[in-house]
């Protein structure tokens, strides 16, 4: 599985910039993006990939990859969604941090960008 080293949604290989709008209609603050990690997707890609090309593509394995990658919570990307001064989405890597009054995901670009788990 390929391990990427990013900060935001943006450097995702497969980000084009017609996705901002998409961002922007379904992350906020209160609601940050969570995603499979990359090498889970690219897996289940492949996989697909040779069930199609081998004529095997059923609407099972559309539903068998469907619920591998909702299952893949040791697997997680998070996603900020909070918004910048042009209104879009922040995009940067979240993390989950642990305090005495709760927890939080904590964006790595901006600090000040922290919504309650």
Known sequence: ??????????????????????????MSPDNPL???ELGVIQQE????????????FHERTLLASYFKLRE????????????????NVCGGLMRIEVSHIGAFYQCKINNSHRTRK
Request: aromatic letters at 8%; glycine letters at 4%; charged letters at 30%.
């Open 34 to 36: 969570l995603m499979p």
């Open 72 to 87: 893949s919570h040791l697997n997680t990307d998070i996603f900020c969604g909070w918004r910048d001064g042009d209104n």
């Open 1 to 26: 599985m390929q391990t990427i080293t990013m900060e935001s949604i943006r450097e995702l290989p497969y980000f084009e910039e017609e996705d901002e709008e998409l961002l922007n209609s379904i």
């Open 45 to 56: 890609l492949a996989a697909i990939k040779e069930l199609v090309y081998s004529e095997s």
